[in-house]
């Protein structure tokens, strides 16, 4: 017996013990939407081993389950990937007892990388990294609403004000204490939660992890959260912007970069040392292609209003709410290594994998080019006039598809990181989702994907 074979047999006793019946094999697609496969236990080695057949066409699933053929190399029906479960995260689920849950990687029939695969392609963006001397930790803040079911697919909120009210808490104590308590157990590490600033808006904060942990994190999040809320006959809307009524759902994602142990954000009031800046200045750079992929849908665009802390204009400031990149600064108390950057134009409907791919290719090569950024701003420049802006070389992030498009195409270091085959994929659902949402309103829109992510 291989290796593999053998770990997974290892694994069938321990799960079959745990009263696991399933394995749910899960992979994001280019609309952030979880898609998945259950296997028996018993298939766990072979699997393993070869996969689980998967048809090549998810990679051209738009929002709406509709299939795009026509992106280079994704014009037919035809094909087959094999979906291979990452031992090493094999979760017997708290939330659905007798399942466990584990990401997969998508590959070839042969055995290689497959070209359209988004999690072997942040694998190897981390490889590359690790080459070159670097690491980077990841952790995501994670808000959605929660809302009592309505036949109608509408959102009631599930308990009432005042924002970041312990009493409101109450309402959904039952549900908290669940997420908390399963959340330990899927191995996930929370650093709060609390009630946000919209209705029935509730936040949880995931520990920082190796990027592709990260990532993985944040999948296993959203089904750790929906079962918790299953169990309240409660829905979770994880949708960047629920409805044009109430705050959008950021995913801000936190990073830091580190060289031979030390943090490269680390730095003083004013801001990051000069690598550390350069990493800002890299992301600051490319913002706007950035924010294509991190937050790449409608309701992305949406989401970006100004004064609702998403990010709207392209700027970065310390500790700056409004900015879309904010430095966290490390202090006496929390340490240097605390330091980190904060992208507020981040949501679920980003693939996780593509996003901290383009994110990290971004943030180094501003300071492997030796970037400096500008000085930090520490207003919400949305209040200012148009002239105010120009004058800071702030502008507002693109807020349609074709403008997120012309940044992306734009930037070579994203395209090329992500190569022609993912990023014809990810334009040709893109461009779907715009297509289909351009004759509508945009409410219509957000209603339609409330409950998608
Ligand atoms: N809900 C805001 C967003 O759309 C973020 C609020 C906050 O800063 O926590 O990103
Ligand atoms: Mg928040």
New binding site residues.
């Given amino acids: 017996m291989g290796d593999t074979a053998e770990r997974a047999a290892g694994l069938v006793e321990e799960l079959r013990s745990a009263g696991v019946a399933g394995v749910t094999v899960v992979w994001a697609d280019n609309n952030g939407i979880p898609r998945s496969r259950t296997v028996p236990v018993a298939s766990l080695p072979q699997v393993a081993g070869t996969g689980i057949g998967v048809s090549t066409v998810f990679a051209i699933f738009d929002t709406n389950d509709g299939i795009q053929y026509g992106a280079p190399g994704r014009e037919t029906p035809s094909g087959d990937v094999r979906l291979v479960p990452d031992l090493d995260r094999v979760t017997p689920l708290a939330g659905q007892p007798g399942l466990a849950w584990a990401p997969g990687t998508q590959v070839a029939v042969d055995g290689t990388p497959w070209a359209w695969d988004q999690r072997s392609l942040l694998t190897g963006t981390v490889d590359a990294l690790a080459d070159r001397g670097y690491t980077a930790l990841v952790g995501y803040?994670m808000?959605f609403v929660v809302s009592a079911p309505t036949p109608d697919g509408g959102l009631v909120p599930a308990y009432g004000g005042p924002a970041y009210s312990p009493h409101g808490l109450l309402e959904i104590d039952a549900f908290a204490t669940d997420l908390l308590r399963d959340a330990e157990a899927n191995g996930l590490r929370i650093g709060q939660l609390h009630l946000?600033?919209?209705p029935g808006?509730v936040?949880i904060s995931l520990g920082a992890a190796d990027p592709v942990r990260a990532a993985d994190d944040q999948l296993l999040a959203r089904q750790t959260v929906l079962a918790a809320a299953a169990r309240h006959g409660l829905r979770i809307s994880f949708a960047p912007l629920p409805s044009l009524q109430v705050?959008?759902?950021?995913w801000?994602v936190h990073t830091s970069l580190w060289r031979d142990g030390v943090n490269l954000l680390a730095g003083g009031p004013e801001g990051p040392g000069t690598a550390g800046g350069g990493y800002v200045a890299g992301l600051l750079r490319d913002l706007p292609a950035l924010a294509a992929v991190t937050a790449p849908s409608v309701g992305s665009t949406a989401?970006l209003r100004p004064g609702?802390?998403?990010?709207a204009y392209g700027f970065w400031g310390v500790e700056n709410?409004e900015a879309p990149l904010r430095y966290v600064l490390g202090s006496e108390m929390l340490g240097a290594d605390h330091a980190n950057v904060e992208l507020?134009v981040s949501d679920a409907s980003a693939n996780p994998y593509l996003a901290l791919t383009a994110l990290l290719t971004c943030g180094v090569a501003g300071v492997e080019e030796g970037l400096r950024p500008p000085a930090p701003i520490g207003e919400d420049p949305g209040t200012w006039d148009e002239a105010a802006r120009a004058a800071a070389g702030v502008e507002a992030l693109p807020t349609t598809q074709a403008g997120q498009e012309a940044a992306l195409l734009a930037c070579p270091r994203i395209t090329d990181a992500l190569g022609p085959e993912r990023l014809g994929a990810f334009l040709a659902v893109r461009r779907a989702d715009a297509t289909w949402a351009a004759e509508r309103d945009t409410e219509d829109v957000l209603a339609a994907w409330r409950w998608r992510y």
């Fill in positions: 803040e808000e946000e600033y919209g808006q936040e705050a959008g759902n950021g801000h989401r609702f802390f998403a990010g709410r507020k």
